[in-house]
């Protein structure tokens, strides 16, 4: 399932400088109402927790993955980058965030109701040719 994302210059430079341990990719996904949580993001996919199960993505998701990567590396590893130049890569990196990525989801993701693909499949079955399977406990005697 695609989902619509806006990464935040703000989140990479925290992500990069140290001052916060989730990658702006799973910030930003964080920060879709109703999902709590709930993905993680590694270099080439995206897990779902709730499901257990990953969805690999595209090249400019694992692209602005590893240079986010990258430039934390260098800063953590105490490369002597001037605070203007961290800024300005941080901005940069933002111009070239993904804006959407593929959501693992689970087969039937049912959000209480039944799907139409699904109602479609059963519409045409006659429910009164189906009994009830409840035994009537005077049936044993």
């Known amino acids: 399932m695609q989902e619509e ?3 935040d210059k703000k989140d990479i430079l925290n992500f990069v400088i140290g001052e916060d341990h989730y990658h ?10 109703g999902k709590d949580h709930r993905y ?13 199960q990953r969805q690999a993505q595209d090249d400019k998701y694992i692209f602005f993955y590893r240079e986010v990567m990258k430039l934390r590396g260098l800063i953590l590893q105490g490369e002597k ?10 901005e940069e990196l933002a ?8 959501l693992p989801s689970a087969p039937f993701d049912f959000k209480g109701e ?5 109602a479609k499949m059963f519409s045409n079955i006659d429910r009164n040719k189906f009994g009830d399977m409840k035994r009537d406990s005077s049936d044993d005697e």
Not at 81 to 90: F, P, Q, S
Not at 95 to 102: C, G, H, I, L, R
Not at 114 to 118: A, D, G, N, R
């Open 5 to 7: 994302i806006k990464v």
């Open 24 to 33: 702006p990719l799973e910030r930003s996904l964080d920060s879709i109402e």
């Open 40 to 52: 993680e993001t590694f270099e080439t996919f995206i897990y779902d927790s709730k499901y257990k």
């Open 95 to 102: 111009e070239v965030a993904p804006t959407n990525v593929k």
């Open 81 to 90: 980058i001037k605070g203007g130049e961290i800024l300005r890569l941080c």
């Open 114 to 118: 039944v799907p139409e693909e699904v």
